[in-house]
C-alpha cells in the first residue's frame, strides 16, 4: 500500500498500512495520536515510535502540513498568520483574543471562487481546497500561538477565513470531525461555527448528516436584486430557495441559524433594508450579527457610521429579530473580516 498523503488515510485505513508494515495494532493507535491529537508534523517528532517502523512510514506515505511562515500582531492583540502549504501555497488564518474568548479563524480554500465584490479573498482566484488534515493544522498552529501569547488554549473555532466551506464540502466536515473528536483535538462543537455564503443544497446536507457544528449564513442582504449585485452565488441560491433550505436546517437539525450582516453605507443601512431583513429573519428564526465593513482597497464602499449602525440594531430589536454589532480586530494588519488576500506575500520569505 502506498499513500501520498497518510491523514487522508481513514483509521480502518491506517490500521490496515501498519498491519501490512508488519507492526501490532497498538503502534497503530500512537500513530494516529501522532497524526491528529499532538500535531506532530515530522516522522522524527514520533519519539516513541522504533526508528525502523519511522523508516518505513516515511517510504509508505508522506506527511504534508502546513507551516507557520509569517505572524503579523496587531496593536488590539490579533495575530494573522501566513501559513504555507506543502506545495507552495499562502492561506491566512487569524487569532482573535476578546476578554472571554481566544477564538481562531480558519481558512477552507485557497483563494475563493466566490467573487463577493465587497471581500478581498473574492478578489483572488481560487486555486485548490484544502484537505481535512490542512485545516486542522491551521487550528494546532493558531492554538499554539494562543498558548505561546495569552497561556491558553483556543476556546473557539470559526471557519470565516479564505474560501467557502460548503463547496469543499467533505473535507470541512472531515475537519470539523477531527477537530472535536476524542482522539482528535477533542474541542467540543458547540464552539466550532461555520459560515456560508448560501449554497442551499448544501445546507441540507450538512441537516442529512447530522453535522454538530453552528452555522452561520452571510446575508448581507434580504432583497435579491441587492444581495445579486454584491454575491453573484444569489442567481442560483437565491433568497427564496436560501430560506427553503434554511427552514429545512432548522427543522432537522433543531440548532439556530445567524445571519452575518455587513453593512455597506447607503447600500443595504437604510429602514427599507432593515424592514426587509426583520422579514427575512423572522421567518427562519435567525439572530443577526451586524458586521462593521473592512475597507478592501478598491473604495467601492465605505463603512455605516457607529450611530446609524445602532439605530439599525435597534430597530431590529424593536421588531424582536436580535442583533448584535460586531466590532472588527485586527484592522491595522489586515486581519478583519473580508480582509483576507495574502497581501504580504511570503512565499520564499519565510520569517517570522
Ligand atoms: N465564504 C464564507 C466564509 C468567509 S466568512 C462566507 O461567505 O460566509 C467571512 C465573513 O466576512 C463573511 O460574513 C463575509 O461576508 C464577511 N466579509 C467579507 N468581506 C468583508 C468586509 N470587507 N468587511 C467586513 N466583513 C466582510
Known sequence: MNT??????????????VNDLGEKPYRARQLWDWLWRKGAHGWEEMTDLPKA????????????????????RSEDGTV???????????VEGVLIPTPTRLTACISCQVGCSLTCSFCATGKLKRVRNLTAAEIVDQVVLIDRLARKYYEQGLTNIVY?????????????????????AEDGL???PRRLTVSTAGIAKMIRRLADDDAKFNLALSLHA????????????????DLATLKDALRYYTRTSGKPITFEYVLLRGF???????????????????????IEYNPTGDGEFGRTDAKDAEAFQRFLEEKGVTARIRRSRGRDIDAACGQLANKNKVLGNAEG
Do not use: W
Open 80 to 90: 494573522k498568520c501566513a501559513f504555507r502549504t506543502h506545495d507552495g501555497h499562502v
Open 160 to 180: 470565516m477565513g479564505m474560501g467557502e466551506p460548503l463547496l469543499n464540502y467533505a473535507e470541512v466536515l472531515r475537519s470539523a470531525e477531527r477537530i472535536s
Open 53 to 72: 517502523f519511522r523508516e518505513r512510514l516515511a517510504g509508505a506515505g508522506l506527511l504534508l502540513p502546513i507551516t507557520l511562515a509569517e505572524e503579523q
Open 222 to 237: 434580504a432583497n435579491d436584486a441587492k444581495r445579486g449585485r454584491i454575491m453573484p452565488i444569489n442567481e442560483q441560491n
Open 268 to 290: 443595504n443601512d437604510g429602514l427599507e433594508d432593515a424592514r426587509e431583513l426583520v422579514k427575512y429573519a423572522s421567518d427562519v428564526h435567525a439572530k443577526v450579527n451586524l
Open 186 to 188: 477533542g474541542m467540543s
Open 4 to 17: 501520498p498523503d497518510i491523514r487522508a488515510l481513514s483509521r480502518e485505513e491506517l490500521d490496515a498500512l
